[in-house]
């Protein structure tokens, strides 16, 4: 059963840097795309961005481009958001996840189907 399972996360002002870390249970990121999605309270999911073809390959939001990254450790099987500059605005709980189709990602969460466990990340002002 796959199972992705963020951590690293915690309160930070702004301004300031965090890298969350996803691992992953009966799913390879080699040969599977992934993403990184979070949610803010009262509003809905947004997708950040994935990532495709053994790491090679990124895609974001808007909103994060140019100030987070995704990346990924094929042999350690583990997946990484580094999160710079952030914003009061990048408060939420923040959640990989897997799709239903190992090559098939987007930024909509229509295209995942194990999200797991997420980690909150509360930036001060």
């Known amino acids: 059963q796959v199972q992705p399972v963020a951590s690293g996360g915690g309160s930070v002002q702004a301004g300031g840097s965090l890298r969350l870390s996803c691992s992953f249970s009966g799913f390879s990121v080699v040969n599977s795309c992934w993403g990184w999605f979070r949610q803010a309270p009262g509003k809905e999911r947004e997708g950040i961005g994935f990532i495709w073809n053994g790491g090679s390959g990124t895609k974001y939001a808007a909103s994060v481009k140019d100030r987070f990254t995704i990346s990924q450790d094929n042999a350690k099987n583990t997946g990484y958001l580094q999160m710079n500059d952030l914003k009061p605005d990048d408060t939420a709980i923040y959640f990989c996840?897997?799709?239903?189709?190992?090559?098939?990602?987007?930024?909509?969460?229509?295209?995942?189907?194990?999200w797991g466990q997420g980690t909150q990340v509360t930036v001060s002002s």
């Open positions: 996840a897997t799709p239903y189709r190992s090559h098939v990602c987007g930024l909509g969460s229509r295209f995942y189907s194990s």
